[in-house]
Protein backbone atom coordinates (compact mmCIF):
# COMPACT_ATOMS: atom_id res chain seq x y z
CA UNK A 1 0.00 0.00 0.00
CA UNK A 2 1.03 3.16 -0.58
CA UNK A 3 -0.23 7.25 0.86
CA UNK A 4 0.10 9.78 -1.04
CA UNK A 5 -0.65 13.56 -0.01
CA UNK A 6 -1.51 16.24 -1.76
CA UNK A 7 -0.81 19.90 0.02
CA UNK A 8 -2.92 22.31 -1.76
CA UNK A 9 -3.26 26.19 -0.87
CA UNK A 10 -6.94 25.48 0.38
CA UNK A 11 -7.10 21.86 1.07
CA UNK A 12 -4.91 18.72 1.38
CA UNK A 13 -6.04 15.46 0.41
CA UNK A 14 -4.33 12.12 1.90
CA UNK A 15 -5.06 8.93 -0.54
CA UNK A 16 -4.22 5.19 0.42
CA UNK A 17 -3.57 3.37 -2.92
CA UNK A 18 -3.53 0.17 -3.88
CA UNK A 19 -0.11 -1.32 -5.24
CA UNK A 20 -1.91 -1.01 -8.91
CA UNK A 21 -2.83 2.57 -8.22
CA UNK A 22 -6.27 2.22 -7.25
CA UNK A 23 -7.65 4.67 -4.20
CA UNK A 24 -8.90 2.40 -1.41
CA UNK A 25 -9.70 5.09 0.81
CA UNK A 26 -9.11 9.01 0.86
CA UNK A 27 -9.26 12.30 3.13
CA UNK A 28 -9.49 15.96 2.41
CA UNK A 29 -9.25 18.67 5.30
CA UNK A 30 -8.43 22.59 4.76
CA UNK A 31 -4.82 23.42 4.88
CA UNK A 32 -4.31 25.70 8.10
CA UNK A 33 -2.35 29.01 7.31
CA UNK A 34 0.56 27.80 10.41
CA UNK A 35 2.47 24.95 9.29
CA UNK A 36 2.74 23.70 12.88
CA UNK A 37 -1.42 23.13 12.89
CA UNK A 38 -0.73 21.42 9.24
CA UNK A 39 1.45 18.71 10.79
CA UNK A 40 -1.18 17.90 13.86
CA UNK A 41 -4.23 17.94 11.21
CA UNK A 42 -1.98 15.54 8.90
CA UNK A 43 -1.57 13.48 11.71
CA UNK A 44 -4.73 13.02 13.11
CA UNK A 45 -6.22 12.91 9.09
CA UNK A 46 -3.26 9.42 8.88
CA UNK A 47 -4.33 8.02 12.13
CA UNK A 48 -7.94 7.88 10.75
CA UNK A 49 -6.68 5.51 7.93
CA UNK A 50 -7.95 2.10 8.56
CA UNK A 51 -4.08 0.34 8.00
CA UNK A 52 -1.10 1.65 7.99
CA UNK A 53 0.97 -1.11 6.53
CA UNK A 54 1.67 1.38 3.48
CA UNK A 55 5.66 1.21 2.43
CA UNK A 56 5.93 4.40 0.43
CA UNK A 57 4.84 7.89 1.31
CA UNK A 58 4.61 10.72 -1.62
CA UNK A 59 4.27 14.31 -1.03
CA UNK A 60 3.00 16.84 -3.33
CA UNK A 61 4.14 20.23 -2.21
CA UNK A 62 2.99 23.63 -3.84
CA UNK A 63 6.03 25.38 -4.13
CA UNK A 64 10.18 24.95 -4.24
CA UNK A 65 11.68 22.14 -3.03
CA UNK A 66 15.09 21.28 -2.22
CA UNK A 67 15.04 17.76 -3.69
CA UNK A 68 18.82 16.75 -1.75
CA UNK A 69 17.32 17.86 2.09
CA UNK A 70 13.73 17.21 1.36
CA UNK A 71 13.32 21.03 2.61
CA UNK A 72 9.98 23.02 0.88
CA UNK A 73 12.04 26.34 0.49
CA UNK A 74 8.35 28.35 -0.46
CA UNK A 75 5.27 27.86 -0.96
CA UNK A 76 2.86 29.72 -3.72
CA UNK A 77 -0.27 30.12 -1.41
CA UNK A 78 1.34 29.66 1.75
CA UNK A 79 3.28 31.52 4.12
CA UNK A 80 5.42 28.36 5.20
CA UNK A 81 9.18 29.21 4.37
CA UNK A 82 12.13 26.71 5.25
CA UNK A 83 10.22 23.51 6.32
CA UNK A 84 11.37 20.11 6.87
CA UNK A 85 8.71 18.34 5.18
CA UNK A 86 10.49 15.07 3.88
CA UNK A 87 11.55 14.85 7.74
CA UNK A 88 8.49 16.20 9.49
CA UNK A 89 6.27 13.33 7.43
CA UNK A 90 8.51 10.75 7.87
CA UNK A 91 8.05 11.54 11.56
CA UNK A 92 4.10 11.26 11.18
CA UNK A 93 4.45 8.25 9.20
CA UNK A 94 7.84 6.53 9.84
CA UNK A 95 7.87 5.67 6.23
CA UNK A 96 10.21 6.45 3.64
CA UNK A 97 9.16 9.85 2.36
CA UNK A 98 9.38 11.26 -1.49
CA UNK A 99 8.79 15.06 -2.12
CA UNK A 100 7.95 17.07 -5.60
CA UNK A 101 6.29 19.62 -6.63
CA UNK A 102 2.68 19.53 -7.20
CA UNK A 103 2.32 20.56 -11.18
CA UNK A 104 5.63 18.36 -11.67
CA UNK A 105 3.76 15.43 -10.26
CA UNK A 106 0.84 16.18 -12.58
CA UNK A 107 2.73 16.40 -15.25
CA UNK A 108 3.96 13.32 -14.92
CA UNK A 109 0.81 11.59 -14.67
CA UNK A 110 -1.05 13.28 -17.66
CA UNK A 111 1.95 12.45 -19.74
CA UNK A 112 1.66 8.96 -19.41
CA UNK A 113 -1.67 8.63 -19.99
CA UNK A 114 -1.07 10.40 -23.81
CA UNK A 115 -1.51 7.46 -26.75
CA UNK A 116 0.01 7.68 -28.40
CA UNK A 117 2.84 9.45 -26.69
CA UNK A 118 4.65 12.53 -27.00
CA UNK A 119 8.51 13.04 -26.94
CA UNK A 120 7.69 16.72 -25.09
CA UNK A 121 4.52 17.07 -22.83
CA UNK A 122 4.09 20.67 -21.49
CA UNK A 123 1.20 20.13 -18.30
CA UNK A 124 -0.07 23.61 -16.73
CA UNK A 125 -2.06 23.47 -13.49
CA UNK A 126 -4.64 26.29 -13.26
CA UNK A 127 -6.13 26.05 -10.19
CA UNK A 128 -5.53 28.52 -6.52
CA UNK A 129 -2.66 29.59 -8.70
CA UNK A 130 -1.04 28.66 -12.23
CA UNK A 131 2.49 25.82 -12.15
CA UNK A 132 3.05 24.08 -14.32
CA UNK A 133 5.95 20.68 -15.59
CA UNK A 134 7.77 19.73 -18.36
CA UNK A 135 7.72 15.84 -19.53
CA UNK A 136 10.09 14.71 -22.15
CA UNK A 137 10.13 10.90 -22.95
CA UNK A 138 7.70 10.47 -20.13
CA UNK A 139 10.38 11.60 -17.60
CA UNK A 140 9.93 14.90 -15.83
CA UNK A 141 12.76 17.12 -17.46
CA UNK A 142 15.53 17.69 -14.65
CA UNK A 143 16.28 20.98 -16.09
CA UNK A 144 13.13 21.95 -15.14
CA UNK A 145 11.97 21.09 -12.35
CA UNK A 146 12.01 24.42 -10.64
CA UNK A 147 10.06 26.47 -12.93
CA UNK A 148 7.21 28.38 -11.91
CA UNK A 149 5.31 29.78 -14.94
CA UNK A 150 2.20 31.26 -13.08
CA UNK A 151 5.20 33.81 -11.87
CA UNK A 152 5.93 34.74 -15.38
CA UNK A 153 5.68 38.55 -15.60
CA UNK A 154 3.87 40.57 -17.73
CA UNK A 155 2.57 44.32 -18.09
CA UNK A 156 -1.10 44.75 -16.93
CA UNK A 157 -2.01 48.74 -16.63
CA UNK A 158 1.36 50.11 -16.62
CA UNK A 159 2.64 47.24 -13.53
CA UNK A 160 4.56 44.27 -14.12
CA UNK A 161 2.60 41.07 -12.26
CA UNK A 162 2.63 37.66 -12.41
CA UNK A 163 0.55 35.50 -14.38
CA UNK A 164 -1.59 33.61 -11.82
CA UNK A 165 -2.35 37.51 -10.40
CA UNK A 166 -4.93 37.47 -13.65
CA UNK A 167 -5.40 34.32 -14.78
CA UNK A 168 -5.69 31.84 -12.00
CA UNK A 169 -8.44 30.56 -10.86
CA UNK A 170 -8.06 32.90 -7.78
CA UNK A 171 -7.84 35.80 -10.54
CA UNK A 172 -11.16 34.51 -12.05
CA UNK A 173 -12.84 35.45 -8.96
CA UNK A 174 -11.19 38.07 -7.96
CA UNK A 175 -12.32 39.84 -10.91
CA UNK A 176 -16.01 37.86 -11.76
CA UNK A 177 -17.49 37.33 -9.07
CA UNK A 178 -17.60 33.61 -9.38
CA UNK A 179 -16.16 30.32 -9.25
CA UNK A 180 -14.80 28.83 -12.40
CA UNK A 181 -17.79 26.32 -11.67
CA UNK A 182 -20.56 28.83 -11.74
CA UNK A 183 -19.60 30.82 -14.89
CA UNK A 184 -21.59 29.97 -17.97
CA UNK A 185 -21.87 33.16 -19.87
CA UNK A 186 -19.03 32.44 -23.08
CA UNK A 187 -18.21 36.41 -23.08
CA UNK A 188 -16.57 35.66 -19.65
CA UNK A 189 -15.24 32.88 -20.93
CA UNK A 190 -13.27 34.10 -23.95
CA UNK A 191 -12.10 36.90 -21.63
CA UNK A 192 -10.48 34.34 -19.08
CA UNK A 193 -9.02 32.42 -22.31
CA UNK A 194 -7.38 35.75 -24.00
CA UNK A 195 -5.51 36.23 -20.38
CA UNK A 196 -4.45 32.09 -20.51
CA UNK A 197 -3.23 32.22 -23.80
CA UNK A 198 -0.93 35.32 -23.08
CA UNK A 199 1.00 33.09 -21.28
CA UNK A 200 0.43 29.73 -22.98
CA UNK A 201 2.21 30.94 -26.06
CA UNK A 202 5.09 32.81 -23.77
CA UNK A 203 5.64 29.35 -22.92
CA UNK A 204 5.63 27.82 -25.92
CA UNK A 205 8.42 29.65 -27.43
CA UNK A 206 10.11 28.81 -25.22
CA UNK A 207 9.64 25.16 -24.52
CA UNK A 208 8.46 24.31 -27.68
CA UNK A 209 6.08 21.43 -26.78
CA UNK A 210 4.45 18.66 -28.96
CA UNK A 211 0.98 19.43 -26.69
CA UNK A 212 0.00 21.18 -23.59
CA UNK A 213 -1.97 19.63 -21.38
CA UNK A 214 -4.63 21.88 -19.18
CA UNK A 215 -5.64 20.44 -15.62
CA UNK A 216 -6.59 21.98 -12.16
CA UNK A 217 -9.81 23.50 -11.00
CA UNK A 218 -9.92 25.37 -14.19
CA UNK A 219 -9.08 22.65 -16.20
CA UNK A 220 -12.07 20.62 -15.23
CA UNK A 221 -14.31 23.38 -17.61
CA UNK A 222 -11.93 23.12 -20.42
CA UNK A 223 -15.19 22.56 -22.64
CA UNK A 224 -16.53 26.39 -22.03
CA UNK A 225 -12.68 27.92 -23.15
CA UNK A 226 -11.03 25.06 -24.87
CA UNK A 227 -12.20 26.78 -28.38
CA UNK A 228 -11.38 30.01 -27.13
CA UNK A 229 -8.27 29.01 -26.53
CA UNK A 230 -7.64 28.07 -30.13
CA UNK A 231 -8.81 30.70 -31.65
CA UNK A 232 -6.69 33.42 -29.53
CA UNK A 233 -3.51 30.87 -29.80
CA UNK A 234 -4.03 31.11 -34.04
CA UNK A 235 -3.73 34.89 -33.38
CA UNK A 236 0.09 34.32 -32.22
CA UNK A 237 0.85 32.33 -34.97
CA UNK A 238 4.45 32.59 -36.03
CA UNK A 239 6.77 30.72 -38.50
CA UNK A 240 9.45 30.34 -35.53
CA UNK A 241 7.06 28.80 -32.65
CA UNK A 242 4.49 26.06 -33.70
CA UNK A 243 1.48 26.52 -31.98
CA UNK A 244 0.83 22.77 -30.34
CA UNK A 245 -2.64 21.24 -29.84
CA UNK A 246 -4.07 22.21 -26.22
CA UNK A 247 -6.17 19.54 -24.66
CA UNK A 248 -8.21 19.40 -20.95
CA UNK A 249 -6.02 17.04 -18.53
CA UNK A 250 -7.75 13.32 -18.14
CA UNK A 251 -7.65 13.72 -14.60
CA UNK A 252 -7.86 17.16 -14.05
CA UNK A 253 -8.60 17.27 -10.29
CA UNK A 254 -6.68 14.27 -9.20
CA UNK A 255 -3.63 14.00 -11.59
CA UNK A 256 -1.44 15.00 -8.36
CA UNK A 257 -2.50 12.00 -6.82
CA UNK A 258 -2.04 9.34 -9.74
CA UNK A 259 1.41 11.56 -10.07
CA UNK A 260 2.46 10.53 -6.64
CA UNK A 261 1.83 6.53 -7.63
CA UNK A 262 4.06 7.00 -10.73
CA UNK A 263 6.68 8.62 -8.91
CA UNK A 264 6.68 5.73 -6.33
CA UNK A 265 6.36 3.10 -9.25
CA UNK A 266 9.65 4.91 -10.64
CA UNK A 267 11.02 4.61 -7.44
CA UNK A 268 10.85 0.98 -6.40
CA UNK A 269 11.85 -0.22 -10.05
CA UNK A 270 15.19 2.21 -9.32
CA UNK A 271 15.71 0.22 -6.10
CA UNK A 272 14.44 -3.39 -7.15
CA UNK A 273 16.44 -3.51 -10.20
Known amino acids: MYLAIDIGGTKTLIALMEQDGTIKESFKFPTPQDYAVFKQDLADNIAKITTHDFTLVCVAAPGKID?????ALAFGNLPWVNVSIRDDI????????LIENDAKLAALSEARLLHPPRHKVLYLTVSTGIGGGTVINNILDPEQLDTEPGHMKFEREG????????????AIVKRFGKLASEIDDPAIWQVIARDLSLGIV?????I?????????????????????IE?????YADPMVKIPEVVQ?????????????QLIQDFERAHTS
Open 159 to 170: ELVNWESFASGK
Open 67 to 71: HTTGV
Open 249 to 261: AQNPEEAVIHGCY
Open 202 to 206: DIAAV
Open 231 to 235: SELKK
Open 208 to 228: QPDIIIIGGGVGTHFDKYGHF
Open 90 to 97: HAITHSTV
